[in-house]
C-alpha cells in the first residue's frame, strides 16, 4: 500500500527523456516555482523522429515507478485538457489514426497542457506528459485503442485507492477487467454524514448555540403568537424563565418565502450585507457600484448613497465595513481597493488603496521587486479597523495596513486561487482563516506571518472553498465548498502545522463549477476530515455561492444558513437537519411579474422561463427575522434582484400594505427604491 507521502509527493522519478540538459526534470506544473511566478510563456520545439518512437509505451511494460509518476505529475493535473484532446481522435475502436501523430505533436500538446494556475510547462514537462499519455491507450490488433473514456478516468482520479490497484496493473487490462474493478470499488450509499449529527446535537444542548427547552417541557412546537401572549401576561415565573421564552420566540420566527419587496438591478448583484447594529445594507454589483441603504427601519428602506470602484474589472467581489460602520472597502478582480466613507454627507471619491506595492513599501513609492498584477477575491477588516486582510487569485494572503498605506505581509499560503478570508474575533486583529480551491482552510497568526508558515489548518472538503464565516467567538467556523457540502469547524480541531505538512495533501480538484453538475457519486469523505458538522442539500454551482451564522440578537444564534445555485436559501440546526428554506427564484419571479417584466409570460409559465436565479448571499438582520437576498439570473438576461424575506405567520391573512411592519409587500422597486416601470417589451422605462 502507498503511503500518505507517496500519494502526494511531486518529485517522482519518470523514465530518461532526450531533452536538454538545462531543463529541469523537477519543475512539474504542480507547484510551480518561483522563477514561474511571471506567469511567462515557455517556447516549446519539435522533437526529433528518434524521440516520437521512443515514446511509444507498451502498457504491458508499465513500472509501478511510471504509474506513480502518472498519478503524481502532469497529467493528473491537465487530464480534463487532454482528454479533450483524446476525444478529437474518436474513442473505443473508432480510434484508427495511429498512436504517433496523437502522442508526439508537440503544437497541440502545448496548447492543451497547461496547469492549473496558467503556467505554461517546461518542454521536458511536455514530454513528460507525452509519455503518460501513451499510458491511456494499447494497441489491439495492430490498432490503437483508448483504454478508458472520459468518466472512467475522473473516477480513477478520485479514488484514494488508484495507486494500489495500478501498482499490481503491470498485466494487460481488459475493459471487462476494468468495470468489474470499477463495480466492486463502488461508493458506499451510507458514506453521507449521519442526519442528524450527534456533535451538532450535543452543541445545540451545550447553549452555544440557542437555548433549549428543558427535559420535561412540551415537546410541541408553540406558535409564537402564544409565546408572545404568554409573555404579555406575565406567565413566566421569574427573570430566566422570560429570558428563556423570547430566546425561544426568536427561535421560531423564520423568514417565509413571501418578498416584502424586491429591488431590481439590470446587472448581477454579488453580495451584500447588513451591518452590525443592522442600520445600513450595502450591496455590490456587477456594474463596478456599490448601492447603500438606510435600514434603521427594517420594513421600509431608503437609499442614500452609491459608490464606484475606478479600476474595477469584471464585477465587485467582496466588501467589508469597519468595526465603528464609518468605512466601506470593496474589490474586485484587480489589486485595488477602494475604501469609501458610509457617511451620506460625504460627496468625495474614494480612496485607492494599491495592494500590488512591495511589503514595506508605501503605495506611491518604487521598488525592485515587480508590481504584480492579481484580482482579489476577498477582502475583510480587522478588529481594530488598522488593517484589512485579503485573499487573492495570486494564491496569497496579503495584510494591509491603512494608516500607512503599506503592505505589511504577502504570504502565497495556498497552492491555487484565495476565495475566502476572514478574522476568527470580530475584536482581535490576532487570528484570521484563509479558505482556498486547494479545498484547505489555513489558520493565521497574525503576529508570527512573517516566516510565512500557518498556525493549523482544517482538512475536510473535496473540492474547493467558495466562502467562510467565523461566529465571532474566536472559535467556530463556517464555510461553503464546491464539494455541494458546508461545514462547522471548531478551532481546538484544527491540525497542527507539521502534521498537516505530514499528510502532504495536494489536492488538484478536476470537477469545474461553473459549468459542470457535481456527481453525488463522486463525493466522499476524506481521511483527515478534522470537521464537527458537515451540512448538504443545498447547490454550490456557477458561482461562490456564501454561507452565514444567524445572528445573536434576531435568532438566538440557533442557526446556519446558505445561497444556493437552485435559486434558494437553506436554513439548517446545527445538528445538520434543515430548519426551512426559502423559494427566492419563485417569489422573485412573480413579484417581477406582477410589475410587468414578463408580459409575454402567463403565471404559469413563471417556472419555463429563463429567469432561473442563483442566490450568491444572504443576510439575516441583526435585531428583526428578516433576511436580504442577493441574487441574479443565469440566463442570458443576467439581470440582478435583491429580494427582502421577513417572518409572518402562517395563519395569517395574505398581509398588504396597510398591514403594520409590512409595508411593501410584493413590491417591486428600481435600486433607488421607486416603483418599477417596465415598458411593453419587459424592460425597465
Not at 426 to 432: D, V
Request: charged letters at 25%; glycine letters at 6%.
Amino acid at each position: 500500500m502507498a503511503t500518505d507521502e507517496e500519494l502526494s509527493n511531486p518529485e517522482v522519478t519518470v523514465p530518461e527523456q532526450s531533452v536538454d540538459e538545462t531543463s529541469s526534470s523537477q519543475d512539474m506544473p504542480w507547484e510551480p516555482s518561483e522563477e514561474d511566478d511571471d506567469y511567462e510563456d515557455e517556447d516549446v520545439t519539435d522533437n526529433n523522429d528518434d524521440e516520437d518512437e521512443e515514446l511509444m509505451i507498451d502498457p504491458d511494460d508499465m513500472t509501478e515507478q511510471l504509474l506513480q509518476d502518472f498519478i503524481g505529475g502532469g497529467l493528473f493535473a491537465n487530464i480534463n485538457a487532454i482528454i479533450e484532446d483524446l476525444e478529437e481522435y474518436g474513442s473505443g475502436e473508432e480510434l484508427d489514426h495511429g498512436i504517433e501523430p496523437l502522442i508526439s505533436d508537440d503544437v497541440e500538446l502545448i496548447m492543451v497542457s497547461t496547469d492549473p494556475y496558467g503556467h505554461d510547462d517546461e518542454p521536458d514537462s511536455i514530454l513528460t506528459s507525452q509519455r503518460r499519455l501513451a499510458i491511456l491507450v494499447e494497441r489491439e490488433h495492430g490498432n490503437p485503442r483508448v483504454l478508458l473514456s472520459r468518466e472512467q478516468i475522473q473516477y480513477l482520479l478520485r479514488r484514494e485507492d488508484i495507486l494500489e490497484h495500478l501498482k499490481h496493473s503491470n498485466q494487460h487490462v481488459s475493459r471487462h477487467e476494468f468495470e468489474r474493478w470499477v463495480a466492486s470499488h463502488r461508493p458506499d450509499p451510507n458514506r453521507f454524514p449521519k442526519v442528524p449529527s450527534k456533535v451538532g446535537r450535543r452543541l445545540m444542548d451545550s447553549g452555544t448555540f440557542g437555548t433549549n427547552q428543558l427535559p420535561g417541557e412540551t415537546p410541541r412546537r408553540i406558535a409564537p403568537s402564544l409565546r408572545i401572549l404568554g409573555r404579555e401576561l406575565g406567565l413566566a415565573r421569574n427573570l430566566a424563565e422570560r429570558k428563556k421564552a423570547e430566546r425561544l420566540l426568536l427561535q421560531s420566527m423564520l423568514p417565509k418565502d413571501k418578498t416584502d419587496v424586491t429591488i431590481y438591478f439590470r446587472e448581477p448583484v454579488y453580495s451584500g450585507q447588513f451591518s452590525r447594529d443592522g442600520n445600513f445594507y450595502f450591496a455590490c454589483g456587477a456594474d463596478f457600484r456599490v448601492r447603500l441603504y438606510d435600514t434603521s427601519n427594517p420594513y421600509s428602506w431608503k437609499h442614500y448613497k452609491t459608490v464606484s470602484h475606478p479600476w474595477a474589472q469584471w464585477t465587485l467581489t467582496d466588501a467589508s465595513l469597519s468595526p465603528d460602520n464609518k468605512w466601506l472597502a470593496y474589490t474586485s478582480l484587480s489589486p485595488s481597493v477602494c475604501l469609501a466613507p458610509t457617511d451620506p454627507n460625504d460627496k468625495g471619491d474614494p480612496y485607492t488603496l494599491d495592494l500590488s506595492a512591495s511589503v514595506g513599501t508605501a503605495g506611491g513609492a518604487t521598488s525592485d521587486e515587480p508590481r504584480l498584477r492579481f484580482g482579489i477575491f476577498s477582502v475583510r477588516f480587522s478588529g481594530d479597523g488598522r488593517e484589512l486582510v485579503t485573499g487573492t487569485n495570486y494564491r496569497s494572503i496579503i495584510v494591509y495596513d491603512i494608516e500607512t498605506r503599506t503592505p505589511l505581509h504577502k504570504v502565497k499560503g495556498h497552492d491555487a486561487d484565495v476565495n475566502a478570508v476572514c478574522f476568527a474575533d470580530i475584536s482581535s486583529p490576532h487570528i484570521l482563516y484563509s479558505g482556498s480551491d486547494d479545498s484547505v482552510i489555513k489558520v493565521w497568526d497574525r503576529r508570527s506571518m512573517g516566516d510565512r508558515r500557518e498556525a493549523g489548518a482544517f482538512v475536510g472538503h473535496i473540492e474547493g472553498i467558495t466562502h467562510i464565516d467565523s461566529k465571532g467567538d474566536g472559535r467556530y467556523i463556517l464555510s461553503n465548498g464546491k464539494d455541494q457540502s458546508m461545514k462547522l469547524w471548531d478551532l481546538r480541531m484544527a491540525i497542527s502545522t507539521d502534521r498537516f505538512r505530514s499528510i502532504g495533501l495536494r489536492r488538484i480538484p478536476t470537477f469545474d463549477y461553473r459549468w459542470e453538475k457535481f456527481r453525488e457519486v463522486d463525493w466522499f469523505e476524506d481521511k483527515n476530515d478534522n470537521s464537527a458538522v458537515t451540512f448538504r442539500g443545498h447547490d454550490v454551482l456557477q458561482t461562490l455561492i456564501r454561507c452565514h451564522f444567524s445572528p445573536p440578537s434576531s435568532s438566538d444564534s440557533r442557526y446556519v444558513y446558505s445561497g444556493s445555485a437552485s435559486g434558494q436559501i437553506f436554513i439548517w440546526n446545527m445538528d445538520a437537519t434543515l430548519a426551512g428554506k426559502i423559494d427566492v427564484e419563485t417569489s422573485i419571479m412573480h413579484s417581477l411579474a406582477n410589475a410587468g417584466r414578463f408580459p409575454q409570460l402567463r403565471m404559469t409559465d413563471l417556472l419555463y422561463s429563463p429567469w432561473n436565479m442563483v442566490v450568491r448571499d444572504a443576510s439575516w438582520h441583526p435585531n428583526v427575522p428578516a433576511i436580504a437576498t442577493s441574487a441574479w439570473s443565469t440566463g442570458g438576461m443576467r439581470e440582478g434582484a435583491i429580494s427582502l424575506h421577513t417572518f409572518q405567520e402562517p395563519r395569517d391573512p395574505t398581509p398588504t400594505k396597510d398591514d403594520l411592519g409590512c409595508p411593501n409587500v410584493g413590491a417591486c422597486v428600481t435600486e433607488k427604491l421607486q416603483p418599477c416601470r417596465f415598458s411593453v417589451t419587459g424592460r425597465d422605462a
